[in-house]
Each structure stands twice: as structure tokens, then as C-alpha cells.
């Protein structure tokens, strides 16, 4: 990501475009530790790379304060390797904003078409999908609206739903198991 921020910000300037901010929900510096993650060598590629300064680091952000945060972004990245869900891609689809996701199973299986996706690892494809909605507001605002639309499927009511269609599934299963036996 900070790879990509730096190629995207060379060459917006390059072509006098607009300025890009990266906003981290999360600090790196120097020997401090996140979870269980040292964040100094981050740190150091901020300086090295030159985009300290077009970076912001907000450090931890309440469950309150998330929906105004995605809806000051022009774009929410996803660039994890290794995810569980992916509750950021839907709180940023419910939020109406477009997302940019690393190739991986699980953001295709949450963001399905609502989204771009750039090779693991890929920070000229990142930089590349991140232009792309910067500079296209039709493509932005597709993406926005399909992420609207994927996100509702992902709402508590539904997952109850089928979870309770899947155990009296089961039920009814074990039931007839137990009658042939």
C-alpha cells in the first residue's frame, strides 16, 4: 500500500492532478507495536518513500466515528493477504464508497463485483486501480452503488435468517437419518 501511495502520489504531480491523502486507522513509528505487529519498518518506508507528509495516521477509530470516515475516503483499500471476513469492505460498501481489494477469495466472496481487485504484492496495480476510480467519477459511482446493493445482503436479519433455515435444514435431516435406521 505505501508502495502504490507513493507511485500514485509521483505521478499526480507529475501530471499537476489533484493530491492524494492516505488515512491510516493506525500509528507507525519507530518500536511501537501493533497487536503483535512492530510497526518501524513501516515507519521507515513512510520516510523513505517520501509520503509522510501527504499521510495521516488517526490510530484507532471508534465504531461511531467509522461511517463519517468512509464517507470522507474517495476510495477504501483493502490490501490484505490474509483475512477472516473482511468487515471493513462492507461497512465501506454500506457507506456508498468504492473499494480496491488485494486478489484474494474472501474480498471476492464479500465485494463480488463491487470493487476492483490488484495482484498481492502488485504496487504498480494498486496505484493503477486507484487511479482508475479517482479518475473515472462513472466507474466510482457504479462502484458505490453496487457496494450499496452487496452490502444489504450482509445484514444481521439475513445471516439470522439463513442460519435458521440451514439448522431446521439439518433437523429435519437428522430426523429422517434416525427414521431409516
Keep these: 500500500l505505501l508502495r502504490a501511495v507513493a507511485i500514485?502520489?509521483?505521478?499526480?504531480?507529475?501530471?499537476?492532478?489533484?493530491?492524494?491523502?492516505?488515512?491510516?486507522?493506525?500509528?507507525?513509528?519507530?518500536?511501537?507495536?501493533?497487536?503483535?505487529?512492530?510497526?518501524?519498518q513501516s515507519a521507515n518506508l513512510l520516510d523513505q518513500l517520501g509520503i509522510r507528509p501527504i499521510t495521516t495516521m488517526l490510530g484507532s477509530v471508534s465504531h461511531q466515528e467509522l461511517p463519517h470516515l468512509y464517507g470522507l475516503a474517495d476510495v477504501v483499500i483493502c490490501p490484505s493477504y490474509a483475512e477472516s471476513f473482511g468487515h471493513p469492505m462492507v461497512e465501506a460498501m454500506a457507506c456508498g464508497r468504492p473499494i480496491v481489494a488485494a486478489d484474494r477469495n474472501v474480498h471476492r466472496e464479500v465485494c463480488g463485483s463491487a470493487a476492483l481487485y490488484f495482484s498481492t504484492f502488485d504496487p504498480e496495480q494498486l496505484a493503477f486501480r486507484i487511479s482508475q476510480i479517482l479518475d473515472d467519477d462513472s466507474l466510482a459511482h457504479r462502484l458505490a452503488d453496487q457496494g450499496r446493493e452487496r452490502a444489504r445482503s450482509f445484514r444481521w436479519p439475513n445471516h439470522f435468517?439463513?442460519?435458521?433455515?440451514?439448522?431446521?435444514?439439518?433437523l429435519a435431516l437428522s430426523k429422517r437419518i434416525e427414521s431409516h435406521a
Design 8 to 40: 500514485l502520489h509521483a505521478r499526480r504531480q507529475e501530471f499537476r492532478l489533484p493530491p492524494v491523502e492516505l488515512i491510516l486507522t493506525t500509528r507507525l513509528a519507530a518500536g511501537l507495536k501493533f497487536h503483535r505487529y512492530d510497526t518501524t
Design 161 to 170: 435468517t439463513r442460519l435458521t433455515e440451514l439448522i431446521d435444514q439439518s
